[in-house]
């Protein structure tokens, strides 16, 4: 005979305030299920009460870090990357210059790219530009002016018998510098954290000038192609990645985490004992247990980019990235945003 029953109940739990490096109540859920199938004759066994608990832990920023990408052009691949190896030395040294100590940099190995100036990806931007000549050519068959010349260079094109548009070399790197942040330096960090973020936007620091100077006629030729690289950036949520961001690292402990363990587990076990009351039944043994880590959101009037242990998820760099998830580590521009949520889930046997 074919038996299912399920009992789901969840209580909400009043959040009081944290302080820094406490721990403080997040919520918790129950569940009681037991299923038996007719497919084959399996024994019964015992209901299994679940319970989830979870605790919020404030975490005190321990280091400031800077993340950076850095982007040399020359005609020739060779003196791209040598003059990207040069602008390295300058950051450092501008870097050093700020007066902060204890500094650790790490550069990703340089990429070279053979592309056209301006452009980020030109066969993506020739495609955005093929589709609106395409639609403005079907709304108005009497189309002329600079659309329809896209339309004629396409043919061009496929005839071989446009002009090749210019093509540079590019070499990049990312740099991720980080700087300790303890007690007696913690009010310091945030005036080294304006400082940061202002030399990072300066044109040396980001080498703006390291690109290759084009002449008129190769202006007018990738014109159409900057427009439409532009516009696909812009609806890119990656391309917002690889900008510059001067970010706080928060790390949990393990004896943090042991306590926000412990108390999730003590959650769990009185709230199920409860519920086990109320329906006259017996709190039996632990069957199952699991625990989860994660980031709590940033605050609605935030608006700065989410990491999970060190990670943000879309990013273009996540070799380097993944090098930073063997710490419970979270990482925001804001240093009130660093919360970890630490989860337990516990399947009690009930009788």
């Known amino acids: 005979m074919l038996r299912n029953w399920w009992l789901f109940a969840t209580l909400a739990l009043a959040q009081g305030s944290l302080a820094i490096?406490?721990?403080?109540?997040?919520?918790?859920?129950?569940?009681?299920?037991?299923?038996t199938g007719n497919s084959l004759p399996v024994a019964q066994g015992p209901a299994l009460l679940s319970v989830t608990a979870q605790e919020a832990i404030v975490l005190q920023p321990v280091a400031i870090q800077l993340r950076a990408v850095f982007r040399v052009e020359d005609r020739e691949a060779e003196q791209a990357v040598v003059a990207l190896?040069?602008?390295?030395?300058?950051?450092?040294?501008?870097?050093?210059?700020?007066?902060?100590?204890?500094?650790?940099?790490?550069?990703?190995?340089?990429?070279?790219?053979?592309?056209?100036?301006?452009?980020?990806?030109?066969?993506?931007?020739?495609m955005w530009m093929r589709r609106q000549a395409?639609?403005?050519?079907?709304?108005?068959?009497q189309m002329k002016g600079r659309l329809r010349e896209m339309l004629l260079q396409?043919?061009?094109?496929?005839?071989?018998?446009?002009?090749?548009?210019?093509?540079?070399?590019?070499?990049s790197n990312r740099l991720?510098?980080?700087?300790?942040?303890?007690?007696?330096?913690?009010?310091?960090?945030?005036?080294?954290?304006?400082?940061?973020?202002?030399?990072?936007?300066?044109?040396?620091?980001?080498?703006?000038?390291?690109?290759?100077?084009?002449?008129?006629?190769?202006?007018?030729?990738?014109?159409?192609?900057?427009?439409?690289?532009a516009y696909a950036s812009s609806s890119n949520p990656l391309a917002a990645n690889s900008d510059t961001q001067v970010l706080y690292v928060g790390v949990m402990t393990?004896?943090?985490?042991?306590?926000?363990?412990?108390?999730?587990?003590?959650?769990?076990?009185?709230?199920?004992?409860?519920?086990?009351e109320a329906a006259g039944k017996q709190?039996?043994?632990?069957?199952?247990?699991?625990?989860?880590?994660?980031?709590?959101?940033?605050?609605?009037?935030?608006?700065?980019?989410?990491?999970?242990?060190g990670v943000l998820v879309s990013s273009?760099?996540?070799?380097?990235?993944?090098?930073?998830?063997?710490?419970?580590?979270?990482?925001?521009?804001?240093p009130n945003d660093l919360v970890l949520s630490v989860g337990v889930q516990v399947g009690f046997e009930i009788r």
């Open 254 to 276: 393990e004896v943090q985490e042991a306590a926000a363990l412990k108390k999730c587990f003590e959650k769990a076990k009185a709230q199920a004992q409860r519920l086990a």
């Open 316 to 334: 273009p760099y996540g070799v380097q990235d993944a090098q930073e998830k063997t710490d419970r580590r979270t990482l925001q521009v804001n």
């Open 134 to 141: 395409a639609q403005m050519q079907v709304n108005n068959p």
């Open 21 to 35: 490096g406490t721990v403080g109540t997040m919520g918790t859920s129950i569940g009681l299920g037991q299923s």
């Open 154 to 171: 396409e043919e061009e094109e496929l005839d071989g018998q446009s002009e090749p548009l210019p093509m540079i070399h590019a070499a």
């Open 176 to 229: 991720i510098a980080e700087w300790p942040i303890t007690e007696p330096n913690l009010d310091s960090s945030v005036e080294f954290g304006a400082k940061l973020r202002q030399m990072a936007q300066s044109k040396e620091f980001r080498g703006t000038k390291l690109r290759v100077q084009l002449t008129e006629e190769e202006l007018e030729q990738i014109m159409p192609l900057m427009g439409a690289s």
């Open 283 to 309: 709190l039996g043994e632990v069957k199952m247990i699991s625990s989860t880590i994660q980031p709590l959101a940033p605050s609605v009037n935030s608006n700065s980019p989410s990491y999970v242990n």
């Open 85 to 126: 190896r040069e602008h390295r030395v300058n950051v450092e040294k501008s870097l050093a210059e700020l007066g902060s100590i204890g500094g650790s940099y790490r550069w990703t190995m340089p990429v070279l790219n053979h592309t056209v100036p301006f452009v980020e990806n030109a066969e993506s931007a020739r």
